[in-house]
C-alpha cells in the first residue's frame, strides 16, 4: 500500500511540474539559455549544470586525468556516527541545498562499487572502452521519480556509445529521521521509507528501483561500511540527490547537472562523441 501511495504521489507530482519541467527543458538549448544560466551561476554557484567542456585536442588516453581512489571523501558529516541537524548538513555546510562538488572540466575520482549483481564496478576500468554517465537517483527522491523515464530513454539511446552508471546512496527524503539537505525532518507526502543505516538495508531500498532500469544500465550501491569506506562517491561528487555527470575517457569531467537534466545530457553525449570521432586518427594515416 506504501508503494502505491508513494507511485500515485509522485505521478501527481510529475503531472503538476511536467509544464514547468518542458519549459525548463527548452530553455536550456540554445546561447541565450547559456548566457542565463552562466549570469545565475555566477549569483549562485554550483546551482545549475555546468555547460560542457569540449575536446580542443586528443584525450592522453584512458583514465590518463582520473583521479585515483584515494582522493574518495568519506563519510560526510560525520554519519551515520552523527546524525544531521541545521549545521551538520548541506544548508549548514554550503548555506543552500544541495550540492556538487566536482564539476565540468574537473578530473573525476575513481572508485570501485559492488552493482545490483553484487558484481565490483570500476570507473577506471569502464574508461578503457566507452565514457561514461553516472546519475544519481534514490527512492525517496521526487526529482529521481519524475526524470526516471528520461533517463532510462536516454541509457536505451545511447547503450552501445558509453557506460551509464547509478548510484543509490542516502535517501533525501527520508521517513522519521533528518535529511541530509536541511538537517532537519523533511517528509513529504511520498517519504514512505526511512533512511537506511546499514549497507543491508539500503541494498534492500536498491532493489525497489533496479526493475526500473535496463540491463544495461548498472545501478551501484554506494558503500556504507562502519569499519571502512561510507558514502564516498556521494561525499565526492556530491553532496546531492539527483546529479549527473558526464565523464570522459581520459578522466575529466565533460558536462556536471545538479539536477539531471535528460535532453542537456543527450546534447552534451552527443558533441563528445562526434568531438571524440572526428579526433580518432584514421587508419590509413
Not at 540554445?30 to 555546468?50: D, F, I, W
Not at 585515483?68 to 554550503?94: H, I, Q
Not at 517519504?191 to 535496463?214: F, K
Not at 564516498?232 to 549527473?244: K, L, M
Request: charged fraction near 20%; glycine fraction near 6%; proline fraction near 10%.
Amino acid at each position: 500500500m506504501a508503494e502505491e501511495t508513494y507511485r500515485d504521489a509522485c505521478g501527481q507530482h510529475s503531472a503538476d511540474s511536467r509544464f514547468l519541467a518542458g519549459i525548463a527543458d527548452r530553455l536550456k538549448r540554445g546561447p541565450v539559455a547559456q548566457v542565463m544560466t552562466k549570469l545565475l551561476e555566477l549569483r549562485h554557484p554550483g546551482s545549475l549544470e555546468s555547460l560542457p567542456r569540449p575536446l580542443a585536442s586528443p584525450p592522453a588516453g584512458p583514465g590518463a586525468r582520473l583521479q585515483p581512489a584515494t582522493a574518495l571523501r568519506t563519510g560526510r558529516y560525520g554519519w551515520p556516527a552523527r546524525e544531521f541537524t541545521e549545521d551538520n548538513s548541506f544548508l549548514g555546510e554550503f548555506g543552500s541545498e544541495p550540492w556538487i562538488s566536482l564539476k565540468a572540466g574537473d578530473a573525476a575520482v575513481d572508485f570501485t562499487l559492488p552493482d545490483e549483481h553484487d558484481r565490483p564496478c570500476s570507473l577506471s576500468a569502464l574508461l578503457e572502452t566507452r565514457p561514461v554517465v553516472l546519475t544519481f537517483g534514490m527512492y525517496t527522491c521526487p526529482a529521481y521519480q519524475i526524470s526516471k523515464a528520461a533517463e532510462i530513454a536516454l541509457v536505451h539511446r545511447f547503450a552501445e556509445d558509453a557506460h551509464f552508471l547509478h548510484l543509490y546512496s542516502l535517501e533525501p527524503h527520508p521517513k522519521g529521521s533528518p535529511a541530509p539537505d536541511t538537517g532537519k525532518p523533511w517528509e513529504l507526502r511520498y517519504s514512505t521509507h526511512p533512511q537506511a543505516y546499514t549497507r543491508a538495508e539500503r541494498a534492500r531500498m536498491r532493489a525497489v528501483i533496479v526493475p526500473d532500469h535496463p540491463d544495461c544500465q548498472r545501478i551501484l550501491l554506494d558503500a556504507l561500511d562502519p569499519e571502512g569506506l561510507i558514502n564516498p562517491v556521494w561525499s565526492t561528487y556530491g553532496p546531492a540527490p539527483r546529479p549527473g555527470f558526464l565523464i570522459r575517457q581520459d578522466g575529466i569531467i565533460d558536462t556536471s547537472q545538479l539536477w539531471f537534466a535528460a535532453g542537456h545530457m543527450e546534447a552534451a553525449l552527443r558533441r563528445l562523441l562526434m568531438a571524440a570521432t572526428h579526433l580518432r586518427p584514421h587508419a590509413d594515416a
